[in-house]
């Protein structure tokens, strides 16, 4: 089947640590995005990338680092910088020049 | 930071009726989009509308933007209990980046 996965579906962090969570897609897209949801909110970008090797900070990058070798995948790791990690996280992928974008099923991160 | 404002925030309809939600922006657009989410889940795409149209039909879904009011609206006809999501537009602003700017969405509830 084509499409995104992230995992895990629900990770849990003690404070002061980094945890990575991972975002694959067989879709052949070279665009992919990771975006942060809030109780009640709307999505906000992180950080996204167009092509491997290359990524730009989105809305609110602070406390997050990416990279991105491989096509099929955009890893996000939240770092203990921070400060409020406890959301819902979804990644996106798309193709370059087309708006549609298809997400994950998301990552629910809880700072304990 | 968020384009713009979706109203209702919530809205409870019965099955078998007609449900709008409307989406106001900011900033001039390529397109808007809309997806659905359903609880904890990713977000789907729905339809995508032009800047340059002003009405859109899928299936029990129109889409209606007027650009010089910046303001869209959904319309679901004939509601299902399925149709119980959140509700989301997303635009796109000029230039390539793909970048999406997601309002703070509907959610709607049908009951049976």
């Known amino acids: 089947d084509g499409g995104i996965t992230q995992s895990p579906k629900y990770l849990f962090r003690k404070e002061g640590q980094n945890v990575t969570l991972s975002c694959e897609q067989n879709?052949?897209?070279?665009?992919m995005y990771w975006y942060r949801q809030d109780p009640g909110q709307g999505l906000r970008l992180i950080y996204y990338?167009?092509?491997?090797?290359?990524?730009q900070k989105g809305d609110i990058a602070e406390g997050y680092s990416v990279s991105r070798e491989k096509k099929e995948s955009f890893p996000l790791t939240v770092t203990s910088a921070q400060k409020n990690p406890t959301a819902f996280y979804l990644c996106?992928?798309?193709?370059?020049?087309?708006?549609?974008?298809?997400f994950g099923p998301g990552t629910r991160l809880t700072v304990l | 930071s968020q384009q713009g404002e979706e109203d209702p925030q919530a809205l409870s309809i019965q099955e078998g009726e007609n449900a709008t939600m409307n989406c106001s922006y900011k900033t001039s657009i390529n397109n808007l989009q809309w997806y659905r989410q359903n609880s904890g889940r990713g977000l789907v795409h729905l339809i995508l509308i032009r800047s340059n149209e002003r009405e859109k039909h899928s299936g029990r879904l129109r889409v209606t933007l007027d650009t010089s009011k910046k303001s869209s609206s959904l319309l679901i006809t004939a509601s299902r209990a399925a149709d119980t999501a959140s509700y989301f537009c997303?635009?796109?602003?000029?230039?390539?980046?793909?970048?999406?700017?997601f309002g703070q969405g509907t959610t709607l509830q049908v009951k049976p």
């Open positions: 879709l052949n897209h070279d665009a």
């Open positions: 990338s167009q092509i491997v090797n290359d990524f």
């Open positions: 996106a992928s798309s193709i370059v020049g087309h708006n549609e974008q298809f």
């Open positions: 997303a635009t796109v602003g000029s230039g390539n980046t793909g970048k999406l700017i």
